[in-house]
Antibody, heavy 122, light 107 residues
Framework: EVQLLESGGGLVQPGGSLRLSCAAS????????MSWVRQAPGKGLEWVSS????????YYADSVKGRFTISRDNSKNTLNVQMNSLRAEDTAIYYC???????????????WGQGIQVTVSS | DIQMTQSPSSLAASVGDRVTITCRAS??????LAWYQQKPEKAPRSLIY???KLESGVPSRFSGSASGTEFTLTISSLQPEDFATYYC?????????FGGGTKVEIK
């Protein structure tokens, strides 16, 4: 059974930083691209960032480019995102999601973590 | 970016009803479209990919279709566990984009 467990969320002031992690199990982690998708309070889903299976290629939404950095540690089956220069509009539940594809991301998400709350507020 | 417009934004239906949700793309792309179901306080669950292919374990009352820029999710006979919000998402063009969601409520 695929399991994705996010951690690292919380309350941070505008301009601050936060690092989210996602521990993966139940599948061959180093064969799948992985992504982060977020959901602002009462809003819909927004793709944030993706990373290829090897970590050699990364992709970002314009709204986070230059502020967020996605990474992965295939030896620890862990996906990360370093979030800097956080803004109020980054407040959301952040989901770790497995890409259906092997290799590079196809951006179809066939398994999701339970999500973790990030709140940016003074 | 491709904009995905879902309609209706909400609907009220009864158990046993046939429900249809539409997602219209701002321009043509391939049929790389997914549908997700999200229940309150829960993560999204993938239902359909490639516009019409059912994910493993998804009941056969769910189906998807495509015609040009219009994509449809149909629930043939609504069950109590189907009351949720449904999102479409295109992954045929970068960046991937989601529709605004359709909330299916009990009449």
């Amino acid at each position: 059974e695929v399991q994705l467990l996010e951690s690292g969320g919380g309350l941070v002031q505008p301009g601050g930083s936060l690092r989210l992690s996602c521990a993966a199990s139940g599948f061959t982690f180093n064969r799948h691209a992985m992504s982060w998708v977020r959901q602002a309070p009462g809003k819909g889903l927004e793709w944030v960032s993706s990373i290829s299976d090897s970590g050699g290629a990364t992709y970002y939404a314009d709204s986070v480019k230059g502020r967020f950095t996605i990474s992965r540690d295939n030896s620890k089956n862990t996906l990360n995102v370093q979030m800097n220069s956080l803004r109020a509009e980054d407040t959301a539940i952040y989901y770790c999601a497995r890409d259906w594809n092997y290799g590079g991301p196809l951006y179809y998400f066939d398994d999701w973590g339970q999500g973790i709350q990030v709140t940016v507020s003074s | 970016d491709i904009q995905m417009t879902q309609s209706p934004s909400s609907l009220a239906a009864s158990v046993g009803d046939r429900v249809t949700i539409t997602c219209r793309a701002s321009r043509v792309f391939n049929t790389w479209l997914a549908w997700y179901q999200q229940k309150p306080e829960k993560a999204p669950r993938s239902l359909i990919y490639d516009a019409s292919k059912l994910e493993s374990g998804v009941p056969s009352r769910f189906s998807g279709s495509a015609s040009g820029t219009e994509f449809t999710l149909t629930i043939s006979s609504l069950q109590p566990e189907d009351f949720a919000t449904y999102y479409c998402q295109q992954y045929g063009s970068f960046p991937p984009t989601f529709g605004g969601g359709t909330k299916v409520e009990i009449k």
